[in-house]
């Protein structure tokens, strides 16, 4: 079945830091990709996604692109600040039409120190 | 505020007893998720509906949760005779799938159960 791999948690870094958090999915066919967002005490939020290979998702100064040969969706930004402060969950689901069901990683919690 | 709603926030309820949750989606959005999250894991699929039928139920989905859409509208999901392995938060989301493409998931706040 469908999986979703992110890296181990969590991570620390200091404000203007470049942010790197790696994705890795298993898919039989050809999914859609999404990174979601949990600020503390709020509900998730879509940040960004990919419904196609070589798709680049942007958003708040985050970005990831869809590669299909290293099945990876790898976060990224170039200076987080403290308000990035969250738990992120990589996320796919499969053909639209079907059931499109989001299939989670088990999200990593980043905080960012001033 | 126009974002998927779910009631209650919080419930707290003695092992073996039922509870029901509400969730509202976005208005006319015609696909409705329930997913389940237990710490430090990322959200679980349990079942969703198109419109108002229910088109796919997880294998999480014993016999004592039951999930109904009627009128396409706002879902309910009820466990009956709760175990302590119920307690999780219990989210809902909302989507218009009507292209080709899929459209992202929109989140309520969820619920969470307290299985005493």
């Known amino acids: 079945g469908d999986s979703v791999t992110q890296m181990e948690g969590p991570v620390t870094l200091s404000e203007e830091a470049c942010l790197t958090i790696n994705c890795t999915y298993t898919a039989t066919g050809y999914p859609s990709l999404f990174w979601y967002v949990q600020y503390p005490g709020e509900g998730l939020q879509l940040l960004l996604k990919a419904t196609k290979a070589d798709d680049k998702g942007s958003n708040k100064g985050f970005e990831a692109t869809y590669r299909k040969e290293t099945t990876s969706f790898h976060l990224e930004k170039g200076s987080v600040q403290v308000s990035d402060s969250a738990v992120y969950f990589c996320a796919l689901s499969e053909s639209a039409g079907a059931n499109s069901k989001l299939t989670f990683g088990k999200g990593i919690t980043l905080s960012v120190r001033p | 505020d126009t974002g998927v709603s779910q009631d209650p926030r919080h419930k707290i309820t003695k092992r073996g007893q039922n509870v029901t949750f509400r969730c509202d989606p976005i208005?006319?959005?015609?696909?409705l998720y329930w997913y389940r999250q237990t710490l430090g894991q990322g959200p679980e699929f349990l079942t969703y509906?198109?419109?108002?039928?229910?088109?796919?139920k997880s294998r999480l989905l014993s016999d004592r949760f039951s999930a109904e859409r009627p009128k396409g509208s706002f879902s309910t999901l009820e466990i009956q005779r709760t175990e302590q392995g119920d307690s999780a938060m219990y989210l809902c989301?909302?989507?218009?799938?009507?292209?080709?493409?899929?459209?992202?998931?929109?989140f309520g706040d969820g619920t969470r159960l307290s299985i005493l």
């Open positions: 509906f198109q419109n108002e039928a229910q088109l796919e």
């Open positions: 989301a909302s989507s218009d799938e009507t292209g080709i493409w899929n459209q992202p998931q929109h």
């Open positions: 208005s006319e959005h015609n696909r």
